[in-house]
């Protein structure tokens, strides 16, 4: 348990359904990340929350919608997904919104849509 | 922007030292070094952080030369279950939140 839990860590969804992906920390940090890690292709960055104020929205689909409602918990709703969107979603948080003092990740949800 | 540039993969054999290196050659004065370990369908994991010089703990080492424009993990006596992604990174405190990119990493192989 790395101090970051991710729920689901697994999650099948047709195309027109609505979930919802759940990050918690308490390891006191003050930022929380969304990242995407699809088949053999880089982490890639997608939300970033700094004392529960987003700060970073790298063009992400709006079908994708994060949520920060404490320093927390970090959440990811997804609607209308496509099949491409299936990856495993990580969580991460850190001391301050740059990361650089290390992230704690957690250990991702597995989503495949169908 | 500090880019890294890693070994794609690298092989070694259970009981032995692997040390992979990382260019960055564009690092700023500010910028710290991290190194992460992911294992399949998991989240990356803090190994080690260093500025310059030496860092040694319970897991590795990492070297630093004077120019900082590369660094060198160090794990001593692999085993089995060091086969691994690791990712160099190179980032400043109260930077950029994008600056801290997670390339490809290097696909660490440990055979008995």
């Known amino acids: 348990e790395t101090g970051v839990t991710q729920t689901p860590r697994h999650l099948v969804m047709g195309m027109t359904n609505k979930k919802s992906l759940k990050c918690e920390q308490h390891l006191g940090h003050n930022a929380m990340y969304w990242y995407k890690q699809s088949a053999k292709k880089p982490l890639e960055l997608m939300f970033v929350?700094?004392?529960?104020?987003?700060?970073e929205n790298n063009s992400v689909p709006s079908r994708f919608s994060p949520e920060c409602p404490n320093s927390s918990h970090l959440f990811l709703h997804l609607h209308t997904l496509q099949p491409e969107d299936s990856a495993l979603y990580l969580c991460?948080?850190?001391?301050?919104?740059?990361?650089?003092?290390?992230?704690?990740f957690g250990s991702g949800t597995r989503l495949t849509v169908v | 922007l500090a880019k890294t540039t890693q070994p794609i993969s690298m092989d070694s054999y259970e009981g032995q030292e692997v040390n992979i290196t990382c260019s960055h050659n564009n690092i700023a004065t500010n910028d710290y070094i991290t190194w992460y370990q992911q294992f399949p369908s998991q989240g990356p994991r803090f190994i080690i952080q260093?500025?310059?010089t030496k860092v040694t703990n319970e897991v590795a080492s990492l070297f630093i030369p004077a120019d900082r424009k590369s660094s060198t993990l160090s794990l001593p006596r692999v085993s089995l279950s060091d086969t691994a992604v690791y990712y160099c990174?190179?980032?400043?405190?109260?930077?950029?939140?994008?600056?801290?990119?997670f390339g490809t990493g290097t696909l660490l192989a440990v055979q008995p």
């Open positions: 991460a948080s850190s001391q301050e919104r740059s990361g650089s003092y290390g992230y704690t």
């Open positions: 929350y700094s004392l529960e104020e987003r700060v």
């Open positions: 990174l190179v980032g400043a405190p109260g930077g950029a939140t994008n600056k801290l990119i």
């Open positions: 260093g500025y310059k």
